[in-house]
């Protein structure tokens, strides 16, 4: 049998954070260490408790499981520009059982911890504002060595996120993705905007899910649901009547990295020209001294879908 990839997973859970640890928990070639959670959706109080929630719907949350571990609520250094506060158009609060479960050891004290104590190299996909990573860094920046691929879910090549010009993540704490893109992890996977638009999940897929009846596939099924219902205000996304399930992809990418088109390039995140703030900006080169960053730009949405129903059929 094949040895199971240990995986630190970081995250402002909402519903596609949701679908991601569900994913890491559960997939078989996994071995999900912890959930380090950030601000970024929501207050962190809220991103944990939702952690919490979707490892207890598995039953890994608890004594024995998978550790939920607070961290960062703010960015990792002041922000060019004021960030609106919350995320009135998502709940804060997943459909979900409330937890029984309590959170562990702060976020960055353990992830500095757990890595300096790793035997085996450890994925780390960041599913959020790096701000967790950022700060681990600036606590022990020999961590990088404890970590074979970094996968972070962020960045925008040609499609637009938040801002004509910037994802989400990366908008949130710009600082934090320098530091962290910056730093000398081995191989690091930046999977964008472009790739997650380009393997939207619809209706159809949703009841895919649905019809296999376990606790995971109910719940994504749901999440997919409501994740249309949203994007019905995204014109592109009501005309094929799907939204993108953008993080699970990142997870995803560790089992099946074929499932991606990538790039190589190097990347640098623009921290001060207030009209393009937070922009990833691409050189079309390899930047050997930073490990030859890979851009994802495009998916397979077959084998995504696939992969999600093999690994949310298990429980």
Do not use: K
Request: aromatic fraction near 4%.
């Amino acid at each position: 049998m094949t040895a199971r990839l240990p995986v630190v997973l970081d995250c402002d859970t909402g519903t596609d954070d949701a679908v991601a640890i569900l994913l890491a928990a559960l997939h078989p070639r996994l071995d999900l260490l912890g959930v380090t959670t950030v601000w970024g959706n929501h207050d962190v109080r809220h991103t944990t408790d939702n952690s919490l929630r979707v490892l207890d719907l598995v039953g890994r949350g608890g004594v024995g499981g998978v550790g939920v571990h607070p961290g960062r609520n703010e960015p990792v250094r002041p922000r060019l520009e004021p960030l609106p506060s919350g995320r009135d158009d998502l709940p804060p609060t997943l459909d979900l059982p409330a937890p029984t479960s309590v959170a562990g050891a702060d976020a960055v004290e353990w992830l500095v911890a757990t890595l300096r104590a790793a035997t085996e190299p450890v994925a780390l996909v960041a599913t959020g504002p790096l701000t967790n990573l950022a700060a681990a860094l600036a606590a022990d920046r020999s961590i990088t060595g404890s970590v074979a691929r970094l996968v972070v879910l962020g960045g925008a090549h040609r499609e637009a996120g938040v801002t004509p010009y910037a994802e989400r993540n990366v908008w949130c704490d710009p600082e934090a993705a320098a530091d962290v893109l910056a730093a000398p992890f081995r191989d690091v996977l930046l999977v964008t905007m472009d790739a997650t638009f380009s393997a939207p999940l619809t209706a159809a897929d949703a009841a895919r899910l649905r019809a296999l009846g376990t606790p995971a596939a109910t719940a994504a099924a749901a999440f997919v649901e409501a994740r249309i219902d949203w994007y019905r205000r995204d014109r592109a996304m009501a005309a094929v009547g799907g939204a993108p399930l953008h993080d699970p992809l990142a997870v995803a990418a560790l089992v099946d990295p074929g499932l991606l088109t990538t790039l190589r390039a190097s990347v640098r995140v623009e921290r001060t020209d207030p009209a393009t703030y937070g922009a990833t900006r691409f050189a079309a080169e390899v930047d050997e001294a930073r490990g030859r960053l890979a851009v994802a730009v495009r998916a397979d949405h077959d084998r995504y879908l696939d992969l999600l129903c093999a690994a949310l059929a298990r429980v």
